[in-house]
Structures are given as structure tokens and as C-alpha cells.
């Protein structure tokens, strides 16, 4: 939604997003494909954390909202400097 909401209020700036789910990585590509947002934002798949390193993190199937059942999945993170690194090229 924060994506969304740059469209109009910074004509010309740049927003970097962060998203660890894969089936929300594919819808977040769909909705900026929509919205003709493509060139103005940076999506970096995967989870960041304070520090790289294996983290603990409850997935909820899609749609799902806290309160619902869900799996804990380990999965890999990469710290916020080699994430932006990342999406600068």
C-alpha cells in the first residue's frame, strides 16, 4: 500500500521494498505491473534482519491473518546493508 501511495505523492522519487514471502513477491510484481510502477520501485525477495543468519518465521497460508494457524518455516536473512546493496546493482 506504502508502494501504492508513492505513485502520486513523489513524482520522482524511488521506493525500495522488502518482502520474504515468494507468493506475495509474485503478487507485489502483478500490482506494480498494474499500477505502471515498475521502473519507480525495488523489491528485494527475501528476509532482512539486523544480522545474516538463519531466522525463524511463522508463514500463514495466503490470506491469512495472525490469529489463523500457520507454519514456522526457517529461513535464510541477509542484513539491511546487503540487501540495499543488492538492489542498487
Known sequence: MFALAGKSDWQNGQVYA???LPGNVERWHK??????MEARLSLYAGVVT???GPVRFLVHASGGWARRPGRLDELTSTNL????RNLAG
Open 50 to 52: 539486523r544480522s545474516a
Open 31 to 36: 500490482n506494480m505491473a498494474l499500477n505502471g
Open 18 to 20: 522488502f518482502e520474504a
Open 81 to 84: 546493508k546487503s540487501a540495499c
